[in-house]
């Protein structure tokens, strides 16, 4: 019988994280210790790493998800282990996991079986409490707003213009749309408003790309809260807030250093949603571990068309980051769905499900051959998986000029990744990265979200009303034509129909609303239903989380 990923992680014998620490050369006074198997890395000593070695970084991605899963997290953590087993300096990046996905429909998001990060409890719940410290800073805004209307007004906010609303940490759909200020004058005034879940607010995407205390300042103030009644932008500098939201960022803005099953050194920092943000972990954090490791790898958020466009597109653009090679993860069994095989079906061999799905694999590895940066594909074996399935993936990828490694880290840890760290390690010393981004910022900000519906989608083309239409041509005038887009979709679809799977040609993108992240600099391209605060499903993860009679926390994964 196998154990559970949390029976698997409350086994583990974990080390003091001050010897995690000097495992990458951080002396103890540099880290300030959360207990005694976390901490943060002290930005004064950050700061001093300037000059140091640059690592070689890997990004990993996946198809696009599916209920049977995919183990990108596990896949992480699992190379990393593996390259430390053949004798490399690696360590991983990784995002922290939101509450809202926790106790919906995901469970935790620390990796599984072997292939973990520890303490796995307390990452996927308060961690250090730098999700409650986002979530403060965004509402401390919402509030300085507010008190800004109530007190003088003096800009004339325009109350049906404010577009900044607030956020938790939470899966509450009843709080998508409210109106707040009611009760009489001294509540403040009756205006609509609404709640996102706050992995998807412009504070944690300005915080996962600033690249220090300074930055981030900066960055806050540059966010437009709303429009004057001439329709001018409003800035979070012009109501004296972005001081204050940095003030409460401060701590939280240190990278955060965990340890792997096999104490290999972690970096969890930052956790924005793929879908409205960038869905990658912290600039800070990701060039800290480069100047420490000689191997780095990383990950970004649900598909490659989602997470690893944007992990190119914004991550790298604003920062500076070059990726070394990308490892894109599949299953049997994600592509057996892809190919029509509904969840319930998917034990037993079935190789013509398998064949239709592996277009979903393919479009996959098309669009990562754009980016221009070598590429491997991970399949991340499961017990049920034959070798006559194993064998069509690994044929099928090799026909489209990569290599397909079968890899059972999830069973055995880094053993079981060791032939892909060795292939991966061959891909970055001996080939040269010509990374580049998929358009250059002048290129016209609808033409951006054409470009990439039509080159990493498989779409015709992008359809807007004119109100949608007008706002591109708005931001374009005023300034923002350089940004790059963050195109907001389903992420179980090449389309914005997340039944249509596999991977659709000819379909057509239509673009919902605009929202402008000045601070983050991007503009969220929000297409088809996608919404910004999810819902609970029918029967949530939460109702099988429970504490046990020892205290230990049972359900969570």
């Known amino acids: ?63 696009s998800p599916t209920p049977a899963g995919e183990g990108k997290t596990t896949t992480t953590i699992g190379l990393c ?21 926790c106790f919906g429909m995901k469970g935790g998001a620390a990796g599984g079986g072997y292939a973990q990060v520890v303490p796995m409890e307390d990452i ?29 007004n003096e800009i004339r906010l325009d109350l049906r213009r404010i577009s900044w609303r607030r956020v938790v940490d939470m899966n509450d ?39 220090n205390l300074e930055d981030l300042q900066q960055r806050l103030s540059r966010i437009v809260i709303g429009y004057t009644r001439d329709k001018q932008p409003v800035t979070a500098d012009q109501i004296q807030a972005s001081g204050a939201m940095t003030a409460l960022l401060k701590d939280a803005l240190a990278p955060n250093l965990v340890q792997t099953l096999e104490h290999n050194p972690v970096f969890i920092h930052g956790g924005p949603f793929a879908n409205i943000a960038h869905g990658c ?8 571990a480069l100047k420490l490791s000689d191997y780095v790898v990383t990950e970004a958020g649900f598909g490659a068309d989602l997470g690893a466009e944007k992990f190119f597109n914004i991550k790298c653009r604003k920062s ?37 799905g592996l277009s979903n694999l393919g479009r996959h590895i098309r669009n990562l051959g754009q980016f221009g940066i070598p590429t491997t594909v991970c399949i991340n074996r499961f017990s049920g998986d034959s070798e006559a399935e194993l064998e069509m993936i690994k044929d099928y990828a090799e026909r489209h000029g990569v290599k397909a490694y079968v890899c059972n880290h999830w069973a055995d840890g880094s053993a079981g990744a060791v032939e892909l ?46 109100k949608v239409r007008n706002q591109f041509k708005q931001f374009q005038a005023e300034g923002y034509g350089h940004f790059p887009v963050c195109m907001a979709k389903t992420q179980y679809s090449f389309s914005t129909d997340p039944k249509l799977m596999g991977a659709p040609n000819n379909h057509v993108v239509p673009i919902r609303e605009l929202s402008l992240s000045a601070g983050a600099e991007f503009l969220v391209v ?13 029967v949530p993860a939460a109702n099988n989380i429970y504490v046990n009679d020892n205290g230990d926390i049972e359900g969570l994964f």
């Open 81 to 101: 282990d593996g390259l430390n087993r053949i004798g490399k300096s690696a360590s991983a990046c990784i995002r922290e996991p939101s509450l809202g996905p």
């Open 1 to 63: 019988m196998h154990k559970s990923d949390i029976e698997i992680a409350r086994e583990a014998k974990l080390l003091p994280i001050q010897e995690i620490g000097a495992k990458l050369g951080i002396e103890p006074q540099h880290l300030m210790p959360y207990g005694h198997t976390k901490a943060k890395l002290n930005l004064d000593y950050i700061d001093q790493l300037n000059g140091h070695k640059q690592g070689k970084l890997i990004l990993v991605t996946a198809v």
């Open 320 to 356: 500076g980051l070059t990726p070394d090679a990308s490892v894109l993860v599949a299953t049997v069994r994600a592509l057996k769905m892809h190919g029509g095989l509904a969840k319930d079906q998917l034990e037993g061999e079935d190789l013509e499900a398998l064949k239709k």
């Open 281 to 288: 972990n912290s600039v800070i954090a990701t060039k800290t």
């Open 526 to 538: 929000v297409c088809g239903e996608i919404m910004r605060m999810p819902g609970l499903p029918r």
């Open 173 to 211: 759909r009843q709080l998508r749309h409210i109106v707040s200020g009611v009760g009489g004058p001294g509540n403040g005034f009756p205006m609509e408003s609404g709640f996102d879940i706050s992995v998807a607010s412009e504070v944690m995407a300005i915080f996962c790309l600033a690249e």
């Open 124 to 152: 996927n719940l308060h961690f250090t409490g730098d999700m409650h410290a986002i979530s403060a800073a965004h509402n401390l805004l919402s509030a300085l707003i507010d008190n800004y209307i109530h007190w003088s």
């Open 421 to 466: 760290a060795e292939a991966v390690a061959g891909l970055v010393d001996n080939q040269q990265s010509q990374f580049r981004t998929l358009y250059d910022d002048e290129l016209p900000l609808w033409d951006k979200a054409k470009l990439v519906a039509r080159n990493l989608y498989g779409a015709e083309d992008i359809t807007a009303d004119m």
